[in-house]
């Protein structure tokens, strides 16, 4: 019987078996994925940076997440198409907000008409342009410190660190950070010489290590690393995590 090829462009699996990740799909994202999101993920599935979209098991749990910890503020730096913007859309309350960063509205406008479909488009404030300059400027605001639940982090590598220090002061106590790609599909740990090493883009290899022995440090943060598709970690103030890895903020 011929091997079963997965059919997930966006996912970067460390999976060792295209069989078993296409079967979860099946059994259990597909057919609880909202007909937007699917629609979504087939538009960006044509275009032709799809790799850099969010899977759709990896938006499942960013929706299950989302509910758990009844978020209701959230900030997302890296949009693309905006398929893990639609699925935190989905889950926040018809009052809830998400602050939107990318530094490419074009491929954010693919995704619109499918948003606005959605009837959810009204919970995103999308701002185009480089993230760091505006989380300065909240910073500056004692209002901003604390106000967001959740925020995920999709976007240049090289600034993770840079990010994670100024968003450790807007999320809440109790609040989540995730980001995305934190073990860079396993070659953090490749050998130099792995065919991993010239697919993917060599910058993360030095710059995700830093922001993970960083969160590890802090004792207000709980860290935890997902070794799923496109690992993202989130945190704690805090919580965190990676491949994803999350942190917790706890004080």
């Known amino acids: ?61 960013l929706n299950l997440l989302l509910k758990l910890i009844n978020a209701k503020n959230t900030m997302e730096i890296g949009v693309y198409t905006g398929y893990s913007l639609l699925s935190t859309a989905l889950a926040l309350p ?30 995103i404030d999308f701002r185009e342009g480089h993230a760091l300059p ?5 910073i500056e605001d004692a209002k901003c410190h604390g106000s967001f639940d959740f925020i995920f ?6 600034n993770y660190l840079n990010y994670h220090q100024r968003l450790i002061d807007l999320v809440r106590i109790g609040g989540v950070i995730g980001y995305d790609n934190t073990l860079w599909n396993g070659s953090l740990v490749a050998p130099p010489d792995a065919p991993l090493r010239n697919i993917f883009d060599p910058l993360p290899f030095a710059f995700i290590p830093n922001i993970l022995q960083f969160i590890c440090k802090q004792v207000s ?31």
Request: aromatic share 6%; proline share 5%.
């Open 94 to 123: 018809e009052d809830g907000k998400i602050l939107a960063l990318d530094i490419n509205r074009e491929n954010y406008e693919i995704g619109l008409p499918i948003i606005k479909k959605a009837g959810v488009a009204h919970k």
């Open 1 to 61: 019987m011929a091997a079963t090829k997965h059919q997930e462009v966006g996912h970067k699996s460390l999976l060792q078996s295209d069989a078993l990740y296409q079967y979860i799909l099946e059994t259990s994202v597909y057919p609880r994925e909202p007909q937007a999101m699917k629609e979504l993920r087939e538009v960006t599935a044509k275009h032709p940076w799809n790799l850099m979209t969010t899977s759709a098991d990896e938006g499942q749990f």
């Open 153 to 158: 982090v999709d976007a240049d590598k090289d």
């Open 221 to 251: 943060i709980f860290g935890c690393q997902r070794t799923r598709s496109t690992d993202m970690p989130r945190k704690a103030k805090r919580f965190t995590s990676t491949s994803p890895f999350h942190t917790h903020k706890t004080n």
């Open 134 to 138: 505006l989380l300065d400027q909240m």
